[in-house]
């Protein structure tokens, strides 16, 4: 079983509309969370940071479940600039404070369709 | 702004030819990484580097190896490439604190005849 685990879509859907993708973990240890952004031939960027509570950053929102092991990144009123492929991020067990290795999904396409 | 460049954007090379992927980063970052992406396979982690001269294996070392003599400067090294080692190459930083926001390059896509 892969260690991130990611529908690769893609995911196509109208200007405007709302769209949630989920990822899930194997590693029940996993400590930490993120989503990046990797927009076509272009290299990954970091979109935000999953906390355990939830989180949102204007029309993204985040979420963890411990229990069922999945993070989910929901997106609302989508705009034409938010095509690109959403990656899952999970921190592997550490070795040292500081030295956190990423362990990255294949990603999830997404288009947004005017 | 932090700024990561590779020394190519396109590289094609023959079967057994030594290659060299430089990688420079101009932020003092401590952490370096060294990463391929394939279709299907997502971004995996080849070698690591959190300090000078220190260098750790990733999930894929096989066939590779890397040098750090610089805190700027962190190169993968191809020994005798072959052609399941054609990918785009991607390289990162980021700080020791602050570490879950690695920085990228912009890429080498390698291309092994």
């Known amino acids: 079983r892969k260690e991130v685990e990611q529908d690769p879509g893609p995911f196509n859907v109208p200007e405007g509309a709302t769209v949630a993708f989920n990822c899930t973990y194997s590693?029940?240890?996993?400590?930490?969370f993120f989503w990046y952004r990797q927009d076509c031939r272009k290299e990954p960027k970091l979109l935000m940071s999953v906390y355990s509570s939830g989180n949102e950053d204007g029309r993204f929102t985040a979420q963890l479940n411990r229990a069922s092991q999945y993070i989910s990144l929901l997106i609302r009123d989508s705009k034409l600039s938010d095509s690109a492929t959403y990656l899952c991020v999970v921190t592997a067990l550490p070795a040292n404070f500081g030295n956190e290795k990423l362990t990255f999904g294949t990603g999830t396409r997404l288009t947004i369709i005017p | 702004d932090v700024k990561v460049t590779q020394s190519s954007r396109y590289l094609v090379k023959r079967t057994g030819e030594k290659v060299f992927l430089e990688c420079v980063q101009d932020?003092?970052?401590?952490?370096m990484f060294w990463y391929r992406q394939d279709p299907g396979l997502g971004l995996r982690l080849i070698y690591f580097?959190?300090?000078?001269?220190?260098?750790e294996k990733g999930d894929i070392p096989e066939g590779y190896s890397v040098s750090r003599e610089k805190k700027e400067r962190f190169s993968l090294i191809l020994e005798s490439a072959s052609t399941n080692q054609t990918s785009m190459y991607l390289c990162?930083?980021?700080?020791?604190?602050?570490?879950?926001?690695?920085?990228f390059g912009p890429g080498t896509r390698l291309l092994v005849l």
């Open positions: 590693n029940s240890a996993s400590q930490s």
């Open positions: 580097s959190y300090d000078v001269k220190m260098k």
């Open positions: 990162a930083s980021s700080l020791y604190q602050g570490w879950e926001t690695q920085y």
């Open positions: 932020m003092d970052h401590e952490n």
